[in-house]
């Protein structure tokens, strides 16, 4: 393994080359319709600037965050392509306005919020009308779209886009129908006033399967990131997972039989073996929940957790021979290539969305082009690619 950092503290390897394929796979597969790319919560935990960058320069038609704070954020390190806030940004559409952020409209007083921002700047706002069709979040009701839309323009908005969100698409298919046919008439309705208002449904388990569902645009949220919302979808998938996670062994001791490990002496040695301590713990966004279930690779082995998840550190059973199969130093594979994510999220009983998004900011993201290290992103340092300041010459939003 090349580029192994010298320290012993946890790092995630992002493969922008991946980003850049999975948003061409997707293009390709969902033409003529375009790809918004999803890159809220700090891009899935990989890096929302450097998945931005690589998002943008692969050709994606529009860049997708959560919160008007995640745009400005990406404004101020220099990306420049059309950005729309996909949650509410209540009581900051002035700011919105400003960094020339599109924001979502789910009620009158979104409407009215962005109206009275666009007013006070005398600009214009464009926003995107989100239509409730069954997830029961956010959204008008369908049959309030054309009240929604004579109201956008009697405030003088500019409507690009029209939108739903589909709540079970990887699994109801006849829920997903319903939804795209009480979603048609009301983006219909709002075309009607704004005939360029692009209308987008899909998200990755329903672009996947569900061709019918990606109309104008589709939102690649967790499929950018070379993962899929169930296992079923994975079939004939072209999709590369982009980050693998390591750690380090920081230490390796042989322990007697009846020996107990970690907090509480959850785990007690039934016989003589080597514990490699690993530094990665839930501080870093390890569950806590892998506790003397989870797995971890070491040259190409699996080995078990054993004892509790700390906040630093978890350890292994690396064997119980004459001498232990691992080293001070080591790099441990926590999830990537040798032991999916989703295999990991399983085992916590939870989702590969939430194990992503946890991965703290203390861990290093290290972003790789190729054979390359293109940039390094931690609390101390950011460069490159990852760099958190635009380049000399881009101005602040």
């Not at 796979?25 to 375009?34: F, I, K, N």
């Not at 956010?138 to 739903?164: C, M, N, Q, R, S």
């Not at 926590?334 to 861990?363: C, K, Q």
């Amino acid at each position: 393994m090349t580029g192994v950092p010298p320290d012993l503290r946890p790092w995630a390897e992002v493969d922008l080359d991946a980003i850049a394929h999975n948003l061409g796979a997707v293009a390709a597969l969902v033409r003529p319709a375009q790809v918004l790319a999803v890159v809220k919560a700090d891009g899935y935990g990989h890096g929302a600037v450097a998945v931005a960058r690589a998002a943008e320069a692969a050709g994606a038609a529009m860049l997708g965050t959560a919160t008007v704070a995640e745009g400005l954020f990406l404004r101020r390190a220099g990306i420049r392509a059309p950005i729309l806030v996909l949650g509410p940004a209540h009581g900051e559409e002035e700011a919105a306005l400003a960094a020339e952020l599109m924001v979502t409209a789910f009620d009158e007083a979104g409407l009215r919020g962005a109206g009275a921002a666009a007013r006070r700047r005398g600009a214009p706002a464009r926003v995107h009308l989100k239509v409730d069709t069954g997830m029961t979040r956010l959204g008008f009701p369908p049959e309030g779209a054309t009240k929604a839309a004579d109201l956008a323009a009697g405030l003088g908005l500019f409507v690009d886009g029209v939108f739903t969100h589909l709540a079970a698409a990887e699994d109801d298919p006849a829920f997903t129908h319903q939804q795209l046919d009480r979603f048609a008439p009301a983006a219909e309705a709002v075309r009607a006033r704004f005939p360029r208002a692009v209308r987008h449904a899909a998200a990755t388990a329903a672009l996947m399967q569900h061709p019918e569902t990606r109309l104008d645009l589709v939102r690649l949220g967790l499929g950018l990131y070379g993962l899929l919302p169930a296992p079923h979808l994975a079939a004939g998938s072209a999709l590369r997972p982009a980050m693998t996670l390591w750690a380090k062994v920081a230490q390796v001791r042989q322990v007697a039989a009846g020996t107990t490990v970690g907090y509480g002496r959850t785990f007690r040695a039934a016989s003589p073996i080597w514990i490699a301590t690993v530094t990665i713990g839930y501080g870093d966004g390890y569950p806590r929940a892998l506790s003397n279930r989870g797995q971890m690779v070491i040259e190409g082995r699996r080995y078990p957790v054993v004892g509790r998840v700390n906040m630093e550190y978890v350890t292994l059973d690396v064997g119980s021979g004459d001498r232990s199969e691992a080293a001070p130093g080591d790099p441990v594979m926590v999830f990537g290539p040798g032991l999916p994510v989703d295999e990991v999220a399983e085992g916590a009983s939870t989702i590969s969305y939430e194990i992503l998004t946890g991965i703290a900011p203390r861990v290093r993201r290290v972003y790789r082009v190729g054979d390359r290290v293109v940039g390094v992103r931690d609390l101390v340092t950011a460069e490159g690619v990852a760099a958190l300041h635009p380049p000399a010459g881009v101005p602040r939003a």
